[in-house]
């Protein structure tokens, strides 16, 4: 099974603070992405990575930054988390074209964010 | 540009009858189209997906999806629901199988009553 790791699921922070939210996978899959989830506006995505070091802005990029140096982990970091990214933050991973699932996407747990 | 539906924010459903959640989509070509389920305070599971053949797909938990093409629609169907299938089901659609390029819907919560 694939496994997608979000190491924490539930994060208080304060206005102004950075925030590092990090994230693995077990798959050795390609592509890894990070959503935001709202009710009702359903699933954003804010960035995707399609191998190390490589980034490609999403829907919601502003206010957010990626790191992936390594194949398995990709970082989503709020640089000065403010009251509007209070959200559910999903990673998730795909393996890359070609492959005969490339393109489904397998989610992480999720991490409640919440900004006061 | 592609787009996903789901008219309906909340679908209940006794337990034992058939149950519906409804999906429309907008898309340039061909759809790749899926179907995820998110549990209480957890990630959203893969449930299945059409790329192409046949036209009624089944996958995990008893689920299936009917592909219209005539009508842009992918609803997903199950013939008699559980009270554990309650849980925000959302559609998705992509243009190029890509899954950098997939849009999702707002999502369905679905009730079933005991």
């Known amino acids: 099974d694939v496994k997608v790791t979000q190491s924490s699921r539930y994060l208080v922070k304060r206005t102004g603070e950075k925030v590092f939210l990090e994230c693995v996978q077990d798959m050795d899959h390609e592509n890894m992405f990070w959503y935001r989830q709202d009710p009702g506006l359903g699933l954003r995505l804010i960035y995707f990575?399609?191998?190390?070091?490589?980034?490609e802005k999403g829907d919601i990029p502003e206010g957010y930054s990626v790191s992936r140096e390594k194949k398995e982990r990709f970082s989503l970091i709020l640089e000065s988390a403010s009251t509007n990214q209070t959200s559910m933050y999903l990673c998730?991973?795909?393996?890359?074209?070609?492959?005969?699932?490339?393109?489904?996407?397998?989610f992480g747990e999720g991490s409640w964010l919440t900004v006061v | 540009a592609q787009s996903v539906a789901q008219p309906e924010d909340q679908v209940n459903v006794a337990e034992g009858n058939p149950l519906t959640v409804k999906c429309t989509y907008s898309?340039?070509?061909?759809?790749?189209l899926f179907w995820y389920v998110q549990y209480p305070n957890r990630g959203l599971q893969f449930l299945l997906k059409?790329?192409?053949?046949?036209?009624l797909v089944k996958g995990s938990y008893g689920f299936e999806a009917e592909f219209n093409k005539s009508q842009t629609s992918f609803h997903l169907k199950k013939p008699s629901a559980l009270v554990s299938d309650s849980a925000l089901y959302f559609c998705a659609v992509s243009y190029s199988g890509s899954a950098r390029q997939l849009t999702f819907g707002s999502g369905t919560q679905l009730t079933v009553l005991p």
């Open positions: 990575s399609y191998d190390v070091k490589m980034k």
């Open positions: 059409y790329i192409t053949g046949d036209n």
């Open positions: 998730a991973s795909s393996p890359g074209v070609g492959a005969v699932d490339g393109n489904t996407i397998y």
């Open positions: 898309v340039s070509g061909n759809p790749y």
